[in-house]
Every structure is written in C-alpha cells, then in structure tokens.
C-alpha cells in the first residue's frame, strides 16, 4: 500500500532525513515513534506531498506521490499536529465545504459525513460553531476531514497532543477502528499512544530509522543483544556473586526481594544473552536454581535504549 524509497530530505546544510525507507501494508496501523526534532513531521509531509523531498520516492498504492499528485492524494487523508478546520464555520458546514474540495459525489454525499460524523462521535456537535468547540472535539473535526472521500490511507501527525486523559482513551478507540478499513500512519513521541494502537513500530532518530518492528519483536532484539534476567535461588547474595564472578559479561548484579520465603532474587544486566552460563555457574556451585527469564523491556525502555534517552 505504501512504499518509502531512500527517501533523503535536506535543508542546506542540514540533514533532516537520510536515506529512510520503509513499506507499510494494507490494514496495518503504523506507529513513527521519535523524539522531538528526530524527522517524523518532515517524513508525514512528504508523504502527502505537502513539501518536496531531496531525493528518495514515495509510492501510495502504486502511484509516486511526485509524479502522479492527484491521483496519489486521493488515497490520502491527512490529520496534522494542527487540525485544518475553520473556526467560524460550524461542523456540518466545514464537512460539507471538503467534501466538495475532494469532489465527493452528491448521492453519497449525505450518508458519508453522517457514517464519519459516527465513527469520530461528533454526531452532538453537528450545528457547533468549530471555535466554539473543546480541542478534543476540534481535534476528531480534524480527523473527519481526513476520512472524508473514504481514502484507503490516512496519515495523523501527533493526534492526542493537548488533549486530557479522557479525550487521550477515546481517541485511541477511534484510531483502533480506523485500522478496520484504512491503513493507519500514527506519528507519536508518546510511547504509550503507540504501544496502545499500533501493529507495527518504526523508530526514528536524527532522520534515520534505528528500529522497526513489534514492540515485542523490538523488546526481544534488544534483550538478545543487551542482556537482562532475573533470577530466583536458595541461596544468599554472598553466594550468588562468587558463583557468578568469573561471567565476564555481567555489568551489574542487583539483589532484589522475593516474594517466596527463603528464596532470594537477583536481577542481571549484561553483554548480550547469559542465561546458559548464568545456568551453568549456579548448578555447579550446588545453588538450587529455581526461576530464570529475561527481563521484558517496554516499548518506552526500547526507545530510550535506541534514541541515547532522547525526549
């Protein structure tokens, strides 16, 4: 559905985005994690066409946004950081004025705005003056606007930012069942709006993509690679690190409390994966060895790891 190619976009000097590419399958919703600065609006732009890039292509459905605009934008609906609606008009008034921008034909006209007029839960708000309304609900008018001409993607740059905790949950529903009949593109710095609607993650820094993929598939990289287990013996700490000592890769052990008596629990961080010398060590030192696991990284310690902690 879309295809990103080496796309590479400059600013004199600057190097906003370099040498990103990446594909996105029909009916996934995308997340495009980063920190603040890190490409995400720039790539969201050229993606719709919006500005140009330096070098690189990308594909909507098959068509290249640059050499077929028209016919590529009409797959697209776009939610920007800041919703494009006209505070002086009321709901149905706006809706009505885009679709005629988007050349939605009279006949499915009315039962088009009043399906997305569901689907976004503004059906209340219709007569609203838009200046008049709360930022949540200027916010799902934005997101009206981009579904109207039922394209097959939409792309939303930062949905829930301003929003409050109640209007942050309803939004995510509303993301959620987008991902029923569009491919979805959610462009975040908040971990926890990607983890809680996104089928796949990619993670960009400085203009490059340092990750992608499920957070579980990303948490597991990270942990194969920068090892962390927990364990649980019979056995005291003084113990525990003699038969631990000659393990090179362990970095750090940390006695923690355990909840099953006369047990103790201890948490490894270390180069890469250590569970079968951990393993080793232990029994050979006659220590009843009674839980290991790896320690599960959250999609937030993933990107903190990947970004060098960037926010």
Same mark, same amino acid.
């Given at each position: 559905?879309?295809?990103?190619?080496?796309?590479?976009?400059?600013?004199?000097?600057?190097? +906003?985005?370099?040498?990103?590419?990446?594909?996105?399958?029909?009916?996934?919703?995308?997340?495009?994690?980063?920190?603040?600065?890190?490409?995400?609006?720039?790539?969201?732009?050229?993606?719709?066409?919006?500005?140009?890039?330096?070098?690189?292509? &990308?594909?909507?459905?098959?068509? /290249?946004?640059? +050499? /077929?605009?028209?016919? +590529?934008?009409?797959? =697209?609906?776009?939610?920007?950081?800041?919703?494009?609606?006209?505070?002086?008009?009321?709901?149905?008034?706006?809706?009505?004025?885009?679709?005629?921008?988007?050349?939605?034909?009279?006949?499915?006209?009315?039962?088009?705005?009043?399906? =997305?007029?569901?689907?976004? $839960?503004?059906?209340?708000?219709?007569?609203?003056?838009?200046?008049?309304?709360?930022?949540?609900? $200027?916010?799902?008018?934005?997101?009206?606007?981009?579904?109207?001409?039922?394209?097959?993607?939409?792309?939303?740059?930062?949905?829930?930012?301003?929003?409050?905790?109640?209007?942050?949950?309803?939004?995510?529903?509303?993301?959620?069942?987008?991902?029923?009949?569009?491919?979805?593109?959610?462009?975040?710095? =908040?971990?926890?709006?990607?983890?809680?609607?996104?089928d796949r993650v990619i993670i960009i820094n400085r203009g490059r993509i340092v990750a992608q993929g499920t957070?579980?598939?990303?948490?597991?990289?990270?942990?194969?690679?920068?090892?962390?287990?927990?364990?649980? &013996?019979?056995?005291?700490?003084?113990?525990?690190?003699?038969?631990?000592?000659?393990?090179?890769? =362990?970095?750090?052990?940390?006695?923690?409390?355990?909840?099953?008596?006369?047990?103790?629990?201890?948490?490894? *961080?270390?180069?890469?994966?250590?569970?079968? *010398?951990?393993?080793?060590?232990?029994?050979?030192?006659?220590?009843?060895?009674?839980?290991?696991?790896?320690?599960?990284?959250?999609? /937030?310690?993933?990107?903190?790891?990947?970004?060098?902690?960037?926010?």
């Open positions: 559905m879309i295809e990103v190619k080496n796309l590479t976009k400059r600013y004199g000097r600057h190097v +906003a985005l370099d040498n990103i590419s990446f594909t996105v399958e029909d009916g996934e919703i995308l997340g495009f994690l980063g920190p603040n600065g890190a490409g995400k609006t720039t790539t969201m732009n050229i993606m719709t066409g919006y500005i140009a890039t330096t070098e690189g292509e &990308v594909f909507i459905n098959g068509t /290249e946004i640059v +050499a /077929e605009p028209e016919k +590529a934008k009409a797959n =697209i609906g776009y939610l920007p950081d800041t919703p494009p609606v006209y505070g002086d008009m009321r709901v149905d008034e706006y809706l009505r004025f885009v679709a005629d921008i988007k050349k939605v034909k009279s006949a499915e006209r009315k039962q088009m705005l009043a399906d =997305i007029k569901r689907v976004v $839960r503004i059906e209340d708000m219709s007569s609203r003056l838009i200046k008049n309304l709360s930022k949540g609900y $200027r916010q799902r008018v934005g997101l009206a606007q981009a579904m109207i001409g039922n394209p097959r993607v939409i792309i939303m740059d930062e949905p829930t930012i301003g929003l409050d905790p109640k209007q942050i949950i309803e939004m995510r529903e509303v993301v959620k069942n987008l991902g029923q009949k569009h491919t979805v593109i959610l462009s975040s710095h =908040i971990m926890q709006e990607v983890s809680a609607v996104c957070p579980d598939e990303l948490s597991a990289k990270l942990i194969k690679s920068d090892g962390q287990i927990q364990i649980r &013996v019979r056995a005291d700490e003084s113990k525990i690190r003699d038969a631990l000592k000659d393990i090179k890769a =362990i970095r750090r052990i940390d006695a923690k409390k355990s909840t099953e008596p006369y047990t103790s629990d201890f948490e490894l *961080a270390a180069d890469g994966d250590i569970r079968e *010398a951990v393993s080793r060590a232990i029994i050979k030192k006659d220590i009843p060895l009674l839980h290991i696991k790896t320690t599960d990284l959250s999609l /937030e310690e993933v990107f903190l790891k990947l970004t060098g902690g960037g926010a």
